[in-house]
């Protein structure tokens, strides 16, 4: 394991939508922008701990984006679900365990294990163990709703989140909360996300939406709970950052790809 860090960092991978920023085929002025804010690839985050990196999903730009974060390697994983945008870049996990010396630790519910053992199967089968290297070391620990959990020197609670009709996790280190992939959060859920210092919280667009929150109710979430400060993420390219930011009340900020934020 890494040196023990004095300060923990939450680092922003990801902060788009699952098509992506730009959009391919678009040509709106987001899509068509120069400011790198607008540049959003899928939503993901990485939580630097006192004993390591833990990744939020691995989405399809993963290797990209840890490249561009300066991330040499991941102690280990959790899942918020199993849906594209936040699940096939785990093939790229495989390099993991040259540094660590052992399979990657993931952590996630039973349905996201099953998924994650039909769409990767071939790093299962027989063969795929005997093979040289090239498939992901996979070790799962099971993990559930308000029951916390130690990873990498801290203690993570998962969190119970509604995405539409998908049961969805986020988590909370400390006084920080990622908050993805949600149109609802259950009262129970809601006692466990007081009191915190930073929030990041799904914003998808300005419109209503099935599976995600607008702006308006990621704004009424924000009045209910009162974080210090929060980060919208998720973001579609219905939000222009320079002229969306300048509209949000105080202590509340878009994230962009890129952005970092100290904690203690």
Not at 9 to 18: A, E, H, N, P
Not at 198 to 211: G, I, K, M, S, W
Request: proline fraction near 8%; hydrophobic fraction near 40%; glycine fraction near 6%.
């Amino acid at each position: 394991m890494s040196q023990q860090r004095e300060c923990l960092r939450l680092v922003f991978l990801g902060t788009g939508t699952s098509t992506g920023v730009p959009m391919i085929g678009c040509e709106c002025a987001v899509c068509l922008s120069d400011d790198p804010r607008n540049q959003r690839t899928r939503p993901s985050v990485l939580f630097q701990l006192r004993d390591g990196n833990l990744l939020i999903d691995t989405t399809p730009e993963m290797r990209i984006q840890l490249l561009r974060a300066k991330v040499k390697t991941v102690h280990a994983i959790a899942y918020t679900h199993a849906h594209a945008d936040h699940l096939f870049g785990l093939d790229d996990a495989r390099l993991f365990p040259r540094f660590l010396g052992g399979p990657v630790r993931i952590y996630c519910e039973q349905w996201v294990e099953d998924c994650i053992r039909r769409v990767f199967h071939y790093a299962f089968a027989d063969a795929g163990k005997a093979a040289s290297g090239f498939v992901p070391k996979l070790e799962f620990a099971p993990i559930a709703p308000a029951v916390p959990f130690e990873s990498v020197g801290e203690t993570i609670l998962p969190i119970r989140l509604e995405h539409g009709p998908f049961p969805v996790l986020g988590f909370r280190i400390r006084n920080v909360a990622y908050c993805t992939d949600v149109s609802a959060i259950p009262v129970d859920s809601l006692r466990l996300l007081e009191d915190l210092d930073v929030l990041v919280l799904d914003a998808l667009r300005l419109e209503p939406h099935p599976t995600h929150f607008s702006l308006s109710q990621a704004l009424e979430i924000i009045r209910q709970l009162r974080p210090r400060q929060t980060y919208l993420t998720h973001l579609s390219h219905g939000f222009d950052h320079g002229p969306t930011n300048a509209m949000l009340p105080p202590g509340v900020a878009l994230a962009y790809d890129g952005l970092t934020v100290d904690f203690s």
